[in-house]
């Protein structure tokens, strides 16, 4: 089981190192590595890091609640393992950690991919009040589904996911969303300078599409691609697509 700084990740050596840069897989809010299908973390031609954030899945440490926090959780595990620049692709919380690594460290980010992103996480405070406690963590996670897959999605995905989501500590899930509550970067993401992919379902609930269009709008060298008939679980529901639509991001880099 790997570890760097008490950090888990799955790595995938599609590619010899040097050759193309590595790809850094951050999942969303209360997830893990395997919140990323094996289609994204097996992409061909591409050394592909896949972590479990502190506290999360496989990995020491304790959860936190900021993405602040998280960030430089990610810049000592890099450091550990001696990886000096990445591409950073992230989901929800995961695109939160990713944008502020592009905001505050440029030079260890070569480009960003934003998976039912936003700029700004707000979170309902009887969704935050639900995850603290042990008694109503199962509300809040019937929440959290209900806002997560697109009507199309097969119910054996929609119950994998929530079985999976059970599984996880009130605690891990409540820290996070306190995390996603605090983040804001609206006034900062013009600054991003590196090559971005928005990328977003179509109907997802939990940060529609305006959010994306939004980044995409503000950062200066964004692309927004859609994928029709997902929610905010997109690279659960249609990982062939997903994982086709990030390929062809990342052989258009420039680096």
């Given at each position: 089981?790997?570890?760097?700084?008490?950090?888990?990740?799955?790595?995938?050596?599609?590619?010899?190192?040097?050759?193309?840069?590595?790809?850094?897989?951050?999942?969303?809010?209360?997830?893990?590595?395997?919140?990323?299908?094996?289609?994204?973390?097996?992409?061909?031609?591409?050394?592909?890091?896949a972590i479990d954030?502190?506290?999360?899945?496989?990995?020491?440490?304790?959860?936190?609640?900021?993405?602040?926090?998280?960030?430089?959780?990610?810049?000592?595990?890099?450091?550990?393992?001696g990886l000096h620049?990445?591409?950073?692709?992230?989901?929800?919380?995961?695109?939160?950690?990713?944008?502020?690594?592009?905001?505050?460290?440029?030079?260890?980010?070569?480009?960003?991919?934003?998976?039912?992103?936003?700029?700004?996480?707000?979170?309902?405070?009887?969704?935050?009040?639900?995850?603290?406690?042990?008694?109503?963590?199962?509300?809040?996670?019937?929440?959290?589904?209900?806002?997560?897959?697109?009507?199309?999605?097969?119910?054996?995905?929609?119950?994998?996911?929530?079985?999976?989501?059970?599984?996880?500590?009130?605690?891990?899930?409540?820290?996070?969303?306190?995390?996603?509550?605090?983040?804001?970067?609206?006034?900062?993401?013009?600054?991003?300078?590196?090559?971005?992919?928005?990328?977003?379902?179509?109907?997802?609930?939990?940060?529609?599409?305006?959010?994306?269009?939004?980044?995409?709008?503000?950062?200066?060298?964004?692309?927004?691609?859609?994928?029709?008939?997902?929610?905010?679980?997109?690279?659960?529901?249609?990982?062939?697509?997903?994982?086709?639509?990030?390929?062809?991001?990342?052989?258009?880099?420039?680096?």
């Amino acid at each position: 089981m790997p570890t760097s700084a008490g950090t888990y990740y799955h790595i995938y050596e599609g590619s010899e190192e040097g050759q193309k840069p590595p790809i850094v897989l951050i999942h969303g809010a209360g997830g893990t590595h395997l919140y990323w299908p094996s289609d994204v973390r097996r992409l061909p031609g591409y050394r592909i890091y896949a972590i479990d954030l502190p506290g999360h899945g496989k990995s020491e440490g304790r959860v936190q609640q900021s993405i602040d926090a998280y960030a430089e959780d990610v810049l000592d595990w890099m450091n550990a393992l001696g990886l000096h620049r990445a591409i950073f692709i992230g989901h929800s919380m995961g695109s939160a950690i990713s944008m502020l690594l592009a905001l505050d460290h440029p030079e260890q980010v070569l480009g960003l991919g934003l998976v039912g992103a936003g700029a700004r996480l707000r979170v309902s405070q009887d969704l935050i009040d639900n995850a603290s406690s042990s008694t109503t963590f199962h509300n809040a996670i019937q929440t959290l589904i209900s806002q997560s897959f697109s009507p199309n999605s097969p119910p054996k995905l929609i119950a994998q996911a929530t079985q999976r989501m059970t599984e996880t500590r009130y605690s891990v899930l409540s820290g996070d969303l306190l995390a996603c509550n605090s983040f804001d970067v609206m006034d900062r993401v013009s600054e991003i300078g590196c090559s971005t992919l928005v990328l977003c379902g179509e109907d997802d609930r939990m940060t529609p599409k305006r959010y994306s269009q939004f980044l995409a709008d503000q950062i200066p060298s964004a692309r927004l691609e859609l994928v029709p008939e997902a929610g905010h679980m997109v690279m659960l529901e249609r990982p062939k697509v997903v994982a086709e639509t990030v390929l062809n991001f990342l052989d258009s880099i420039y680096y």
